[in-house]
């Protein structure tokens, strides 16, 4: 079992930055995905981006692109999301994601850490 523990959200102004930081444990990685996914108030959770362990390959949102950047420490199991040129309607809880790489759902999820962005 795979346990996720989000940090770095908080309060930024619009054109802003923040990094998102996810300590993964329990599980050896090389054959995971793992996903950051955003919910704001009212809405359905979304896509932001994942990456694939093994190789670092990268997948992102259209509404992120050339914003936001997904990264991985594989020494220290640690997965990160840069986020760049901040607009509010990122404003959201952020969710660190993890799923085998073959499989359709993630199966494992984080808390959540809340991103405001103000205008």
């Known amino acids: 079992q795979v346990q996720l523990l989000e940090s770095g959200g908080g309060l930024a102004q619009a054109g802003g930055s923040l990094r998102l930081s996810c300590a993964v444990s329990?599980?050896?990685?090389?054959?995971?995905?793992m996903g950051w996914f955003r919910q704001a108030p009212g809405k359905e959770r979304e896509f932001v981006a994942s990456i694939r362990w093994s190789d670092a390959w990268p997948q992102y949102a259209d509404s992120v692109k050339g914003r936001f950047a997904i990264s991985r420490d594989n020494t220290n199991n640690t997965l990160f999301l840069q986020m760049n040129s901040l607009k509010p309607e990122d404003t959201a809880v952020y969710y660190c994601?993890?799923?085998?790489?073959?499989?359709?759902?993630?199966?494992?999820w984080g808390q959540g850490t809340q991103v405001t962005v103000s205008s």
């Open positions: 994601a993890a799923k085998v790489a073959i499989s359709v759902q993630y199966h494992n």
């Open positions: 329990g599980r050896t990685l090389s054959s995971y995905r």
